[in-house]
């Protein structure tokens, strides 16, 4: 089962971080995941919340923001905000980064630039529409739905999406086979533990969830705690 280091090793390093992104890429993991969302003034950054409010304690939405206000509000807080053209330039491992792209439409700008990164990567999309544009350039295995429910998967496939996301507790309604199944696609599940009551801990991941998401014959586990998924899998090879 392929692990994913969600905004790569989280628990170690900066999350979304060049050097989090490389030092799950060294340790193994099979993907390691980064959000991208855009300024005011067009600026790609690499960045999962939709506001600073968590970072900050100012609930100022990115897309409010040029990346110069941003930069240096997050500065403060010894952030260091990381663009996307920082990223293709600084990046320099062959592990696959799959984007979490935050934003519903996709235009041939943004394609364009994808083309032109060098970057390996695979592109997560919230929208049918996003899904439709990335297969159209690429192929289905570059494109992921983060769908916000799995009724709708079958529209996803529809317009390219060769991976979709399933959250763990949805597993009680829907199971990875039954999805690869019908539809021909790989399917990777976001580890969540719902007794934890913050919401980024929960992504944790543990041997537990682990071993439950691959008795399912899932395809991959998203986890922060890229180094314990690590030794979980190193654990399984020797058994």
């Not at 919340?49 to 997050?74: A, F």
């Not at 019908?182 to 944790?204: A, F, G, H, I, P």
């Not at 986890?223 to 399984?236: A, H, M, P, S, Y």
């Amino acid at each position: 089962m392929d692990l994913i280091a969600h905004r790569g090793a989280s628990l170690v390093k900066q999350e979304n971080s060049v050097e989090s992104l490389e030092y799950a890429a060294h340790i193994g993991a099979s993907a390691t995941e980064c959000d991208i969302r855009q300024t005011s003034d067009g600026v790609f950054v690499i960045f999962h919340d939709d506001s600073l409010e968590r970072l900050t304690g100012e609930p100022i939405l990115v897309k409010d923001l040029t990346y110069c206000e941003m930069k240096e509000k997050l500065a403060e807080k010894n952030y260091a905000l990381l663009t996307f053209e920082e990223l293709a330039r600084r990046y320099r491992e062959k592990t696959p980064i799959l984007l979490h792209i935050k934003f519903e439409t996709l235009d041939d700008g943004f394609v364009n630039m994808l083309e032109k990164s060098g970057l390996p990567f695979i592109c997560g999309v919230v929208s049918p529409q996003a899904a439709n544009k990335i297969s159209t350039a690429f192929s289905k295995e570059n494109v992921l739905a983060f769908m916000p429910d799995y009724h709708n998967i079958g529209e996803f496939v529809e317009n390219g999406a060769g991976i979709i996301r399933l959250w763990e507790p949805w597993l009680s309604e829907i199971k990875p086979m039954d999805v690869k199944m019908k539809y021909d696609v790989k399917v990777w599940v976001m580890c969540r533990d719902l007794s934890c009551t913050d919401e980024t801990s929960s992504m944790n991941g543990s041997p537990e969830s682990l071993d439950f998401i691959q008795s399912l014959s899932a395809d991959g586990a998203l986890l922060n705690d890229i180094e314990l998924g690590i030794r979980w899998k190193t654990k399984q090879e020797k058994e």
